[in-house]
């Protein structure tokens, strides 16, 4: 799947820079029918064994786990249990592998504590798309992410991965708001906010994170962010203890980037007519690699030392998922 122009960029960005494991702290299995994620090459199921191969190619050698997130749309929302016990299936016996059971807002709480100890799952994925209210991309977090699926997080010690929405991501009140609640009443519930904290503008993050200090049990993971000021602003308000690599596969190995602009960002595609340029043309590379780059300057900038690098690629996600040091 990677071209020559990835493998120059990998070695000339990544290559230095990486540290010999990386766990993935959001990734997505899938079966074709069920979702809508899909790859060149990837005709068939995409379990564990594909994705360690597609890992191999992104950042070969360092892939030591991962935690899978389930997933379901609207449209196809029949094939949502299939899913989690795909993502079951694929974790089971795993100790360096968990998986995140994909519940829908209106999922009656014990059956959805019931469920996931069936599947031998960790944890909750949301995704604002099930919210009652259009658009769905401006619901407030309790419309996709109802408090008594907190609770029984917290009771079952669970952690939840949340893609946050609305204009402003975390420089909104409300998304703000609820973040703040859920991780003071929920305790033993471990959030954690994708992408960044969706700081796909970076501004987002540089305005909202210091209304989210002191929250223990909150963290991010850095999944397809191709901003470094967004992993930055993570790092210098609340710690590079609260960072955890994440690829975001299937995103990681398409083509292009998102960019910042105005208040706002854009997303930038293979096919998006904008890379044939008077002085080209440009080629995009693998979001998962312009990724990983922006991970690079944030820690340069940040100065890390190799061993905070380390943690934001393996150790913090082995103190939130309870991985067996190797
Ligand atoms: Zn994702």
Partial sequence: MLNDQDREFFQRELASFLPPRAFDAHAHLWLPGCVDFSLPGCDGPVGRAEYESLMAELHPERSCGALFLSFATTAREAHRDTMNQWVASQVAGQPSYRGHFFVRPYDNPEWVRDEVRRLGLHGLKCYHTFADCQPTWQA????????????????????????????????????QHWIRRYCERYPAMRLILAHSGRGFQPAHNL?????LRGLDNLYFDTSANCEPIAHQAIIRTLGHERLMYGSDLPVSHMRGRHLGVADSFLWLYEDTPVWDVAYGPVRPVLIGLEHL??????????RLSDSAVEDIFYHNAVRVFGLALG
């Fill in 140 to 175: 407030e977090i309790p419309r996709y992410l109802p408090e008594p699926l907190v609770q029984i997080a917290h009771e079952e010690a669970w952690t939840i991965t949340l893609h946050i929405v609305r204009d402003r991501g975390l420089a909104d009140a409300s998304n």
């Fill in 207 to 211: 305005e909202g994170l210091e209304s």
């Fill in 293 to 302: 780059r922006s991970l690079k300057w944030a820690c340069w900038s940040e």
